[in-house]
T-cell receptor, first 115, second 113 residues
Framework: NAGVMQNPRHLVRRRGQEARLRCSPM?????VYWYRQLPEEGLKFMVY????????ESGMPKERFSAEFPKEGPSILRIQQVVRGDSAAYFC?????????????FGPGTRLTVL | DAKTTQPNSMESNEEEPVHLPCNHSTISGTDYIHWYRQLPSQGPEYVIHGLTSNVNNRMASLAIAEDRKSSTLILHRATLRDAAVYYCILRDALGGSNYKLTFGKGTLLTVNP
């Protein structure tokens, strides 16, 4: 059973460009989460999605950031008009359920560098 | 959310046991205690979780104090591959927004050869 896959692993963008980060959850997992890790900081929750639905986007910046998890295909985290402060590692996780005992399985992350 | 307190860093020697402590004095009766770790340049990795009783799996053991206000992650024989940041996280079994993992600063474990 393949783990959570993310691509690209490294992404370089110039200020003002768009960044698209993709995440394929583990097989059978319908719950997807995105976390961000800024340099020298801890991981912060951004958004929680189920198929075709955003359940909680309370951790996502209000502007320029959006996420989707379509019926078919991977989850996408989209950052429009990137700025230097968006440079970070973005991790996707998936789980089978959301109860307090369900572990989340993380992908290897996408490291975004904004020039 | 109930908070956890961990030492910033710990050091161990290879092949020796490591005890990583976590204080969670405001834990509620329905909070699970989870441990994750993050190896350098990788995503977090689930290690173990427990509610009241001590737990063992192939990676580690989790010892939970009788009053549940603290717990200890035990690596029985540290290897160089265990060098990572270890996070102790509480998750409420009763729902709400318990799907959000709240990562603190964790404990940076250094393993000496």
């Amino acid at each position: 059973n393949a783990g959570v896959m993310q691509n690209p692993r490294h992404l370089v963008r110039r200020r003002g460009q768009e960044a698209r980060l993709r995440c394929s959850p583990m097989k059978g997992h319908s719950h997807v989460y995105w976390y961000r890790q800024l340099p020298e900081e801890g991981l912060k929750f951004m958004v929680y999605l189920q198929k075709e639905n955003i359940i909680d986007e309370s951790g996502m910046p209000k502007e320029r950031f959006s996420a989707e998890f379509p019926k078919e295909g991977p989850s996408i985290l989209r950052i429009q008009q990137v700025v230097r402060g968006d440079s970070a590692a973005y991790f996707c996780a998936s789980s089978e359920g959301t109860s307090g005992y369900n572990e989340q399985f993380f992908g290897p992350g996408t490291r975004l560098t904004v020039l | 959310d109930a908070k956890t307190t961990q030492p910033n860093s710990m050091e161990s020697n290879e092949e020796e046991p490591v005890h990583l402590p976590c204080n969670h004095s405001t834990i509620s009766g329905t909070d699970y205690i989870h441990w994750y770790r993050q190896l350098p340049s990788q995503g977090p990795e689930y290690v173990i979780h427990g509610l009241t009783s001590n737990v063992n799996n192939r990676m580690a053991s989790l010892a939970i104090a009788e009053d549940r206000k603290s717990s200890t992650l035990i690596l029985h024989r540290a290897t160089l591959r265990d060098a990572a940041v270890y996070y102790c996280i509480l998750r409420d079994a009763l729902g709400g927004s318990n799907y959000k993992l709240t990562f603190g600063k964790g404990t940076l474990l250094t393993v000496n050869p």
